[in-house]
């Protein structure tokens, strides 16, 4: 009886163990930082330093500082670059009658982001930026999210990508945002506009480090595989000529901290090369873009 009640007592306090370290367990993953970054994550009030490979969990509060860079593999799904001076919060919403599908959340608090999204969480998981005067939901996978002030708020869409927007106030209601557009949200009103393709191209290398910046290591190479899909969608759709120029070769990861981080794209000698360091380059199935 006294073993039986030891194995018991042993069981339940295996369970138990189980259960805190599932909920310990992180949702996302560095995958890039530069300059100074830092987490804020409860209940410690303090800030903490953010480095390459730490883990990330929902309600983390994540800051640059001047001149830094970060970017994260969430889920293994989607991709967040970050500017410098912003500030940005990861949520997530359970699922209700109502709306069935849980929501992945990036609260936008300051600055600026980029978050690209594969095509197939979209059809599980609904995947929103919000800031103070707009909800973005993201359906075509890319967006630039922009918040230099409470008054002004600024969505950029990439190749291929689309969102729908919400208001804040009712009256104003909601736009859907088309493939390279930009939306002004002002406390008043919606402008939307086109913008090219190289405009995007310039909003987004201004976001974020590029590849893996340690040795590599699998969830880096994710969010890099997911990153060069975004520029076969944009090579498939207006060609090699149109994103990078007749006869020029481009690295959208350049080498990072001594280190050849990304891949190379070039249309010399009759084709597309797409080279990865040791690694081979992902079959170009359709999933959604995320990040450069």
Same mark, same amino acid.
């Given at each position: ?11 339940? $306090? ?58 994260? $593999? ?40 980029? #978050? ?22 993201? +359906? ?23 969102? #729908? ?6 009256? &104003?209601?909601? +736009? ?8 002004? &949200? ?15 191209? +310039? ?22 595989? $997911? ?44 084709? =597309?090369?797409? =080279? ?17």
């Amino acid at each position: 009886m006294k073993k039986s009640f030891t194995s018991l007592s042993f069981a339940v $306090l295996w369970f138990v163990f189980q259960i805190a370290a599932a909920g310990a367990a992180g949702i996302g993953i560095v995958t890039g930082v530069s300059g100074e970054a830092t987490v804020r994550r409860d209940p410690t009030p303090q800030s903490q330093k953010v480095k390459f490979k730490d883990d990330l969990f929902w309600l983390d509060t994540l800051n640059t500082g001047a001149g830094s860079r970060l970017r994260a $593999l969430i889920q293994q799904k989607s991709v967040i670059t970050m500017k410098e001076h912003s500030q940005l919060q990861l949520r997530e919403e359970a699922g209700t009658a109502a709306q069935p599908k849980k929501k992945s959340i990036v609260n936008l608090l300051a600055g600026s982001i980029r #978050t690209v999204v594969d095509r197939d969480m979209l059809k599980e998981t609904d995947f929103e930026v919000r800031t103070n005067l707009a909800v973005a939901a993201i +359906r075509g996978s890319d967006l630039i999210g922009d918040k230099q002030s409470d008054d002004e708020v600024n969505f950029y869409t990439g190749r291929r990508a689309s969102a #729908t927007l919400f208001h804040s106030d009712p009256a &104003v209601g909601g +736009r859907d945002l088309g493939e390279l557009q930009r939306a002004r &949200v002002f406390r008043d009103r919606i402008e939307i506009s086109d913008i090219s393709e190289s405009e995007y191209r +310039r909003l987004s290398r201004a976001l974020g480090p590029r590849g893996a910046q340690s040795d590599l290591h699998r969830q880096a190479r994710i969010g890099d595989s $997911l990153m060069l899909q975004a520029s076969f969608e944009a090579v498939k759709t207006i060609g090699l000529g149109g994103v990078f120029g007749a006869g020029r070769t481009t690295t959208p990861d350049g080498a990072v901290d001594g280190r050849g981080g990304g891949y190379t794209i070039t249309n010399s000698g009759g084709g =597309c090369t797409v =080279c990865g360091g040791s690694e081979e380059p992902p079959p170009q199935k359709q999933i959604s873009p995320p990040v450069h």
